[in-house]
């Protein structure tokens, strides 16, 4: 059997949430599936402070427990599921859920975020929460007059290296190539920071410490004559090798930049596709941050309200 739905949201970050939040008030009987991560990227936040509403600071998980509740409140129906295809041919738009689950949308709202990508060490898992991180905006905070390493030679690298030498006593950064791949204003600024050093030629080997991050092992200048292992003392380690948006199912419908970010229009949610929109980082290569996601599903929402008004609906 289908079924028929007038909104769907896919996704459970604070731009799904929002989204839903919004359509629900809007009487869109919105329904919403998270994903394999339900409440996203910040559920693996340990604190955040810098969303507006919370003086004290909130839990990750506790502010996307708070807006799920919001969001139920006002009827959102939250089913578990993974989208496993899509046909955005014609509307309503067919939207199949672990392979079973048939959808008939007149409404899309892509909310699915981004990851983090990580080098796929066994020691990220380990320290999870407990001195990994890959949002230094969200975790730099904790680490004041700390030892910190960030591992990358982009821009992003460049900024989180920048923002923690701003509270940290002294920042590494680690870049696997013998130059920095970020801007060269960038470059300029990371390469003259007094409290910024950073290790070219260099990989992470492991993380060490008693629960929590106390250290790194390098390999610096593999396989040149100069090749050595080294250990260096950290208390935070930050990856900044990119993200990936989780935009690979929608690809074949919608326009991607390079990276694989959903293209919107003229800094709207809506796509080139009617009724389909992209919230949050899925669509958001510059920002990422979950207030301007939250702000994202919030337009999302009033434009397919404005959407299905016009239809008639
Ligand atoms: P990038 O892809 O630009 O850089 C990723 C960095 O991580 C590279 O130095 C890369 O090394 C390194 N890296 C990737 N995989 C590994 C690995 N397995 N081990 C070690 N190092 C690794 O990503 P960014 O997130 O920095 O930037 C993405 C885009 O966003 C860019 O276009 C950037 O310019 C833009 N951006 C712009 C900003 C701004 O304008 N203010 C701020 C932040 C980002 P290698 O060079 O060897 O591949």
């Known amino acids: 059997m289908t079924e028929k739905i007038n909104c769907l949201i896919i996704g459970s970050g604070p731009a799904g949430y929002t989204a839903a939040i919004y359509a629900a008030r809007a009487n869109l009987a919105p329904v919403l599936y998270e994903g394999m991560l339900p409440g996203g990227q910040l559920t693996q936040t340990n604190e955040v402070e810098n969303f507006p ?9 506790q502010l996307m ?3 799920r509740q919001q969001a139920e409140r006002f009827g959102t129906v939250i089913n578990y599921g993974m989208v496993t295809s899509v046909d955005f041919s014609s509307a309503p738009y067919s939207v199949v859920i672990d392979e079973e689950t048939h959808l008939k949308a007149e409404t899309v709202i892509i909310a699915t975020g981004a990851s983090a990508k990580y080098l796929g060490l066994p020691d990220e898992q380990k320290y999870a929460g407990s001195g990994v991180s890959a949002c230094a905006t969200c975790d730099g905070f904790f680490y004041r007059n700390k030892i910190v390493a960030v591992v990358g030679g982009g821009d992003t690298a460049c900024e989180e290296a920048i923002f923690l030498a701003s509270l940290a006593k002294k920042v590494y950064v680690i870049v696997r190539k013998n130059y920095l791949r970020a801007s060269s204003i960038m470059q300029e600024r990371v390469m003259t920071h007094e409290k910024i050093e950073v290790l070219f030629e260099t990989e992470t080997l492991g993380l060490t410490g008693e629960k929590v991050v106390q250290g790194i092992d390098l390999l610096q200048h593999r396989s040149l004559p100069n090749e050595r292992k080294s250990h260096l003392e950290i208390d935070g380690f ?3 090798i990119g993200h990936k948006p989780n935009s690979d199912i929608f690809k074949q419908w919608l326009e991607t930049d390079q990276i694989g970010y959903i293209k919107t229009i003229d800094d709207t949610p809506k796509t080139a596709i009617a009724g389909v929109f992209a919230a949050g980082d899925v669509a958001d290569n510059r920002y990422r941050q979950a207030i301007t996601a939250a702000a994202s599903g919030c337009k999302a929402a009033m434009e397919a309200e404005k959407y299905l008004n016009e239809k008639g609906f």
């Open 53 to 61: 509403g919370y003086p004290n600071g909130v839990s990750g998980m």
């Open 65 to 67: 427990d708070d807006l």
């Open 238 to 240: 930050f990856l900044a």
